[in-house]
């Protein structure tokens, strides 16, 4: 009995201090987000900065002229450090440079959300091998890189962490992209890869205390969309969702601050899906 009442935990919710909401905080922390000035990834940015994280952006240096103003209207909006990065997660010493320059301008990393992909025209059935290859490098390859520089450093610096990846629905289904006869083939597969890699991460990484889940966004529009999505596709893919529609970036914010928060500090390993249903067909 006594073993019993130790071990039940007692209703937090009883003290008057406690706060449900302090435990979506990341006041004190230090986000790293790649893929940063695309749709997705300055959402997260922002709403790590307003979380209270001091984060750094990172994405592809033909991105400079966009990333650099945005990172300083985040830093204004919220009053967080937000420093712009630029590295190819796919070059493993541009990779390297960035982890230099996380911890010389921000200390360390405590959420990483590794986010940066592409779809590639030609990316099909006949798909050439520089594509699939293309693809798999920047989706695949440059998951682990930026994984195990960020596992690597929670490590070094002893406080755990949470590494959040990008997954997609097209790592659980096939995608038809709004009724294409020659669906994503590597883009699938390297998603895929991303869901099984975290999952693989999570298990080797939890003696550190560094939890690993992805997100699996359905269709959101963004920037990925740009010159692949007609509208004439669009209103197909609005009948293979569920809720009927594409997401908003902006509803990736509540999956994304519960997973970098303390608010899921039990949950590794995990896939959320964003999708408005289209995982339940
Ligand atoms: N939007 C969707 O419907 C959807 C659905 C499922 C998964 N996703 C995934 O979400 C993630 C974010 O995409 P998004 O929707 O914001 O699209 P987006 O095109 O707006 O953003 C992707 C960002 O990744 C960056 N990037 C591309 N190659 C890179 C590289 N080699 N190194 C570093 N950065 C690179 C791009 O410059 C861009 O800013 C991607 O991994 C994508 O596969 C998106």
Redesign the pocket.
């Known amino acids: 009995m006594e073993f019993y009442e130790e071990l039940y935990p007692k209703d937090v919710w009883r003290d008057a201090a406690y706060d449900i909401f302090d435990r979506f905080s990341l006041k004190g922390k230090k986000a790293l987000v790649?893929?940063?000035?695309?749709?997705?990834?300055r959402n997260a940015a922002a709403v790590f900065a307003q979380a209270g994280a001091d984060v750094m952006m990172?994405?592809?240096e033909?991105?400079r002229a966009t990333l650099d103003p945005l990172a300083q209207e985040i830093a204004e909006r919220f009053g967080t450090t937000v420093v712009p990065a630029y590295?190819?997660?796919?070059d493993e010493a541009q990779v390297n440079a960035m982890g230099e320059q996380l911890e010389a301008q921000l200390g360390t990393v405590d959420v990483a959300f590794l986010?940066?992909?592409?779809?590639l025209p030609g990316d099909d059935y006949d798909s050439s091998f520089d594509t699939w290859k293309k693809t798999i490098d920047?989706?695949l390859n440059?998951m682990f890189l930026c994984g195990q520089l960020a596992q690597k450093m929670m490590r070094r610096h002893g406080h755990g962490g949470s590494i959040i990846m990008?997954?997609?629905?097209?790592g659980y289904v096939m995608n038809h992209m709004a009724g294409n006869p020659n669906p994503i083939m590597a883009?699938a597969a390297a998603?895929a890869g991303v869901s099984q890699y975290a999952r693989a991460l999570a298990a080797f990484s939890v003696r550190d205390g560094i939890r690993v889940n992805t997100i699996?966004?359905?269709?959101?529009?963004?920037?990925?969309?740009?010159g692949l999505m007609t509208e004439q596709a669009h209103d197909v893919a609005n009948q293979e969702i569920p809720m009927r529609r594409f997401?908003r970036?902006d509803e990736l914010h509540g999956p994304l601050l519960f997973l970098a928060s303390d608010a899921s500090s039990y949950i590794t390993g995990i896939n959320i899906p964003v999708d408005g249903g289209y995982l339940i067909a």
Request: proline share 2%.
């Open positions: 790649t893929g940063a000035s695309g749709g997705i990834g990172a994405d592809i033909r991105t590295c190819d997660v796919s986010n940066a992909g592409v779809v920047i989706d440059g990008t997954s997609s629905i097209s883009y998603k699996a966004p359905g269709y959101v529009w963004s920037g990925i969309h740009e997401g970036t």
